[in-house]
């Protein structure tokens, strides 16, 4: 019988611990201006943002810009390395790299390398790679941009992609069929897990993420297999971007920062 008492009482702790580790949202602040696309922001709280096809970093009312209108419209910014800021112009297969005064330093034209490369979305990697995903022949690739060569390390993939996103030593993409992937270095392919569907979507790390969904955000822990629904004031919005905790919406009005606190 106490063996049974003790049982239901830590069942009882468990559940109740687990009932209370629920997601904590605190508004941070706002943060007025007018853009047409908001990138994020970086480890130094600088924010970036697009306007009139201009790269803009921001901070405190002091502003950089920088802009290329010889090579067309601006497809990506990648902000994970401040010290080297990361455009590609998908018009012209070209990728631009910035240093944090957003001075180029580098210009590769992915067209004149000696492998055709069509590539869809870059990202930057460890040991002064960008990441490459290659939508002519579907398969990621490695530029090393200062040896300026250029290596596949995955095979081609049987479904197309609908988002990709990167970190330092990872690829991650969305396939048509919301299975989410991710790829190493090393080029070793794991499927993470099946997606729901999804308006917006974030890829936290290898095992978590943040998507947007009929006017709600939700938290996935995949390896915990954890779900969790948190609501926020505003329902229409153009982005978001999430980093170290701080969930920045994007709307007509400007940026409204939030905390968020998983559990």
């Known amino acids: 019988m106490k063996k049974l008492l003790f049982l239901f009482l830590v069942l ?10 629920k997601i904590n949202i605190t508004k941070i602040n706002t943060f007025p201006f007018q853009a047409e696309q908001f990138i994020g922001f970086d480890s130094y709280q ?13 901070k405190d009312h002091k502003s950089l810009e920088y802009k290329n209108i010889s090579l067309g419209k601006i497809t990506q910014v990648i902000i994970e390395n401040p010290l080297k800021i990361i455009l590609f112009y998908g018009d012209f297969n070209t990728i631009i790299i910035l240093d944090n005064q957003l001075n180029e330093i580098q210009k590769i ?10 590539a869809s979305s870059t990202g930057i990697a460890v040991q002064n790679q960008l990441w490459i995903y290659d939508s002519l ?3 990621i690739g490695l530029y090393n941009y200062l040896k300026n060569s250029f290596r596949y390390i995955s095979t081609s993939f ?6 990709e996103q990167s970190d330092f030593n990872n690829f991650y993409w969305i396939d048509k069929k919301n299975n989410w992937y991710s790829c190493d270095i090393f080029g070793k392919i794991n499927l993470i897990a099946k997606i729901p569907d999804f308006e917006m979507v974030k890829i936290l790390n290898e095992k978590e993420y943040i998507y947007f969904k009929n006017g709600n955000f939700f938290y996935v822990d995949v390896n915990k297999k954890e779900i ?26 400007g940026i409204i920062n939030y905390k968020i606190t998983t559990p």
Do not use: M
């Open 109 to 118: 034209n992915l067209t004149e390398n000696n492998i055709p490369i069509i």
């Open 137 to 139: 022949n579907q398969q």
């Open 158 to 163: 049987p479904d197309q992609s609908k988002y």
């Open 46 to 58: 600088f924010y970036y943002f697009i306007e009139n096809n201009v790269l803009h970093r921001i």
């Open 12 to 21: 009882h702790f468990t559940f109740a611990k687990a009932q209370s580790e």
């Open 228 to 253: 969790q629904q948190f609501e926020i004031l505003e329902k229409t919005f153009k982005n978001f971007y999430y980093k170290d905790q701080i969930l920045a919406i994007f709307t007509s009005e």
